[in-house]
């Protein structure tokens, strides 16, 4: 909506965007390159490029920028020296990301709402603060007709669930993420053998491609038949397409065609993703890691669990990280067990010469999120009804063995769409609070989220009719990015005595 408020406050005419790093990201997100240009957007410029053009006087330039220093001192530099007839400046006002990035979004929709934090979470707690300061500071841009229940911002800590940025996942969108890599809705498939030139790099964007958004949240054995579907439509298609033999027959291919190549595109495009997703889970093993995985982040069978971790590093089956990451998954939810074995097992990492940053993420992952850490009952061993909840899950079984997770997020919202949410653990900021129960939620996940989590939240949406929540963070995690947050974030922290004086 921004991008295009700025493009129609500049009038008709031809224009060029002049952006810097982080713009340039937010609009290759949010518009295609056909669709920008259809706002007579002709042109677009990095304003760090340092390249010299020559001045073109017919073009409006439209300025979308962060207000830094380096960048008003390259914008004063334009503007002493301006290549373009006209300039519109649009900031990007952006001085603390995540204070900035909420407020921005609470403006663009329209939003005053009560501030709920995580008690145990210093971040949490400062992050609040500091959008409710904004908030009053900013009053006059704030006051909205207030609506008949007040939204809910809710601000938690990943510290809190370091659980599930470590899991395989299993879901078309989340298993992209997790194998391949989602960056700015592009994928590089370059390593893929024996890609075509055009199939190098992808855009999945649910903006753009039906098919995407509509099988993003399916698991990878429905994707297979849908993929199936789409490939012997466009078969059929491709049979119709080749017989050409009037002119009415020339015509509907000439109205036909460009859908009929857009589907080409997607079919192309989907199948070589799913192909190499699929190439990936047999080389790497990773259905029976992530039924293991899925053991460990769900029951409590401490014996059996340490047998069959053991057995997988002894069967020279898995890739480095994913030894690393089940034994990290163990030393969490076994860190209190008397019997726990995890200095053995991360020795049995040493001995097979797993790389140093992985056995070293073990330690980091548990002063991370660890019991220390965390204020959530994060495996249900503590709370008498979770324990319940989990035998009885135990005792029915699942629908899918490869998905019984939930992450803590799912649990924590449902309890506040109830009304049951602690404000103990979870305090207003300020006087006021609800009365009712909320109908509009914003959560933000302080240390990023996961596409596992927006799952939880879409189903969440489906099924609770009359509540939208939106779900934001300061990055989305797979595996690998999670594992750097730790590392980052423990780096130089004195480390607790968790019986691993060996390690």
Not at 45 to 53: A, V
Not at 171 to 198: C, F, P
Request: charged share 25%.
């Amino acid at each position: 909506m921004y991008v295009t408020k700025m493009t129609e406050e500049s009038g008709p005419g031809m224009k060029v965007l002049l952006m810097d790093k982080h713009t340039t990201s937010i609009v290759s997100m949010v518009y295609g390159q056909s669709e920008i240009l259809q706002r007579e957007v002709y042109l677009f410029e990095r304003m760090d490029s340092g390249g010299q053009q020559e001045p073109m006087k017919h073009l409006k330039c439209i300025a979308f920028v962060r207000p830094t220093k380096d960048n008003i001192a390259l914008l004063s530099r334009e503007l002493r020296y301006p290549r373009y007839g006209v300039y519109y400046i649009c900031e990007y006002q952006r001085s603390n990301r995540c204070v900035q990035g909420i407020t921005a979004v609470l403006l663009s929709l329209k939003k005053h709402p009560f501030i709920r934090y995580q008690a145990s979470s210093e971040m949490a707690k400062r992050l609040a603060e500091r959008v409710r300061e904004v908030l009053s500071k900013e009053a006059a841009l704030f006051d909205f007709r207030q609506t008949e229940v007040s939204p809910v911002l809710l601000i938690v800590d990943r510290r809190d669930d370091p659980v599930t940025p470590l899991l395989n996942q299993w879901t078309y969108q989340a298993m992209v993420h997790e194998l391949l890599t989602i960056t700015n809705n592009r994928v590089n498939l370059s390593e893929v053998t024996g890609v075509s030139k055009d199939l190098k790099e992808v855009v999945l964007s649910a903006e753009q491609d039906q098919f995407y958004a509509n099988n993003l949240y399916l698991n990878f054995g429905e994707i297979g038949q849908t993929i199936k579907e789409l490939m012997e439509e466009f078969q059929k298609k491709a049979k119709n397409h080749k017989k050409v033999e009037s002119i009415s027959d020339m015509k509907n291919f000439v109205e036909t065609y460009p859908q009929f190549k857009k589907m080409s595109g997607t079919v192309a495009k989907h199948v070589t993703v799913v192909g190499e997703l699929s190439s990936l889970v047999s080389r790497y093993n990773l259905l029976e890691v992530s039924e293991l995985e899925q053991m460990l982040a769900c029951q409590s069978e401490h014996t059996l669990q340490l047998q069959r971790i053991r057995r997988l590093l002894d069967s020279g089956k898995l890739r480095d990280f994913d030894a690393a990451r089940l034994v990290m998954l163990y030393a969490l939810r076994y860190e209190k067990h008397t019997n726990n074995d995890i200095v053995g097992l991360v020795e049995v990492l040493k001995k097979k010469n797993i790389p140093e940053n992985l056995t070293k993420a073990v330690v980091n992952v548990l002063e991370y999120g660890g019991t220390h850490a965390r204020q959530s009952d994060l495996f249900g061993i503590q709370d008498a009804v979770n324990i319940t909840k989990n035998i009885f899950k135990g005792l029915s079984g699942v629908e899918n063995v490869y998905t019984q997770h939930n992450p803590l997020l799912k649990e924590t919202l449902e309890d506040l769409i109830k009304g049951k949410l602690k404000e103990t653990s979870f305090p207003y900021l300020g006087g006021g609070h609800l009365t009712r129960r909320p109908q509009e939620i914003l959560v933000f996940i302080v240390g990023g989220t996961t596409y596992e989590e927006s799952l939880a939240v879409h189903q969440l949406n489906k099924n609770n009719a009359g509540v939208q929540i939106v779900l934001g963070g300061t990055c989305i995690h797979n595996s690998t990015s999670f594992l750097e947050e730790v590392a980052a974030a423990t780096q130089g922290v004195i480390r607790r005595h968790v019986r691993m004086r060996n390690i």
